[in-house]
């Protein structure tokens, strides 16, 4: 229905100034907003624990200013240049294409300009920017870091597909008090979510619990895809109040978790790569220990000492792919545009522009951590399950695992780290 003499673009500026003007005059009656001269209220320590779940009683952080009234979003003297600009191109005796989009384009402005104040000064956008860099992009590193060490035993088991996610509410508040402080009023709107993972992880549970005993091997591995394929699935969620929904759409939230999934798997398997090296470096010590002081009688522990030691040279090349990737994804991608997007946020005081030069943080985050290219993404999820299944084959390796098990792993890693390598270059 549009006529052919206003363009697109034009339509477009006038449908966004409409929805501006629409929020500003019709403020939220439940809106959490700051003060224009104050923007450093906090929650006090007791109410936190409340709003872990993200549960319908949680808190909010930020006072409510139910009483802000569209004057001061919008200030009449504001709307009545709109309003005298929409009546002198009424009352034209003809249509000139030039002033009308002149005039969209003033009034798409004032709507912008409004609209940044609302959303970047008074509902405090860099503080929710920040807080999701902090949780979904992992920037508290302790934080995520306690929550693995307190988890670490439950995700090594497969995931109860009833009550996974009410099993990791226990971790995650047990890493935020011991790391989270009271000062960290964004922390109430972050919220654990386990979405349900497929029948496939139903199914090798069933075939787990028929599963022969004695066969250790495919015992273990098949319980190792099945915590990779189940636990890989954490999300964060992070809830939006008016009128930052209008900045933080779903897609918006659903391009941050696919970003934080990533890095936490990441993170996981770092970790458990440092934890197999400490480990076995412990029963080392021992071994040699006990071969120092009978030399005769010690040849048993000898020989495994000297058949562990290959181990741990791929153990090594696993440990220097992950932490050089992880290192290159948090300093070089999410450090350096996140300062990039600093910048644009001091320098613009238009809505538009604001979102897109999000959307293009977002875009570049995605895209430099190869998120976007199927053929990376794809390996580099490959190496990481490739980890996993060799810390844990290593610590079956004490108690009798199968050789064969550890040499395929170590023969598929060098294939897939090869290709990754290739492709990179």
């Known amino acids: 229905m549009l006529p052919e003499y206003i363009h697109m673009r034009v339509a477009e500026s006038i449908l966004f ?32 624990m409340q709003s872990f779940t993200g549960g319908p009683g949680a808190l909010k952080e930020l006072p409510n200013f139910s009483n802000i009234s569209a004057e001061e979003l919008l200030p009449q003297a504001e709307a009545d240049k709109v309003d005298a600009m929409l009546k002198q191109l009424k009352h034209a005796s003809e249509f000139h294409k030039r002033l009308f989009e002149s005039a969209v384009s003033s009034i798409r402005t004032i709507a912008a300009n409004h609209l940044w104040q609302l959303v970047v000064v008074r509902a405090d956008l860099n503080g929710h920017l920040k807080a999701l860099k902090d949780y979904f992009l992992l920037a508290k590193g302790d934080f995520f870091q306690c929550f693995l060490e307190e988890s670490r035993q439950l995700m090594r088991l497969p995931p109860r597909q009833s009550t996974a996610e009410a099993d ?51 015992q273990g591995k098949a319980s190792s895809e099945l915590a990779l394929d189940g636990w890989h699935s954490i999300a964060l969620e992070y809830s939006v109040d008016w009128p930052l929904q209008l900045f933080f759409t779903p897609d918006v939230l659903s391009k941050y978790r696919k970003v934080f999934q990533y890095l936490i798997r990441l ?21 040699f220990s006990d071969y120092c002081k ?18 741990w040279r791929v153990r090594e090349h696993m440990a220097f792919l992950i932490r050089n990737l992880q ?17 644009h946020v001091q320098d613009s005081h238009d809505f538009t522009e604001l979102v897109t030069f999000h959307q293009d943080y977002l875009s570049a985050l995605i895209s430099q951590s190869f998120l976007d290219i199927g053929s990376v993404s794809r390996i580099l999820d490959s190496i990481m399950k490739l ?23 170590t023969e598929e890693f060098n294939k897939k780290s090869n290709s990754l390598y290739t492709i990179l270059r």
């Not at 009978?294 to 040849?299: H, M, V």
């Not at 290159?328 to 997007?341: A, G, K, R």
């Open 168 to 218: 990791l509410i226990v971790p995650f508040q047990l890493a935020a008090l011991k790391t989270i402080g009271d000062e960290d009023k964004y922390f109430t709107r972050v919220s654990l979510r386990m979405p349900l993972f497929g029948m496939k992880s139903s199914t090798s549970q069933k075939d787990l619990q028929k599963s022969n005993t004695s066969d250790l091997s495919l």
């Open 327 to 343: 290192f290159y994804i948090q300093v070089d991608v999410i450090e350096s545009q996140w300062n990039v997007l600093q910048t």
């Open 17 to 48: 100034a409409g929805k501006a003007i629409r929020v500003l005059r019709n403020p939220s009656p439940g809106a959490t907003l700051l003060e224009p001269t104050n923007q450093s209220q906090t929650l006090k320590g007791s109410h936190r």
């Open 267 to 287: 993170k996981r398997t770092q970790m458990e790569l440092e934890k197999s090296w400490t480990a076995v470096m412990h029963q080392d010590h021992v071994d």
């Open 294 to 311: 009978d030399r005769k009688n010690s040849s048993a522990t000898q020989l495994r000492r000297l058949r562990t030691k290959p181990f």
């Open 387 to 409: 980890c996993l299944q060799f810390c844990w084959s290593i610590e079956q390796y004490e108690t009798g695992a199968n050789m064969f098990e550890i040499d395929h792993i």
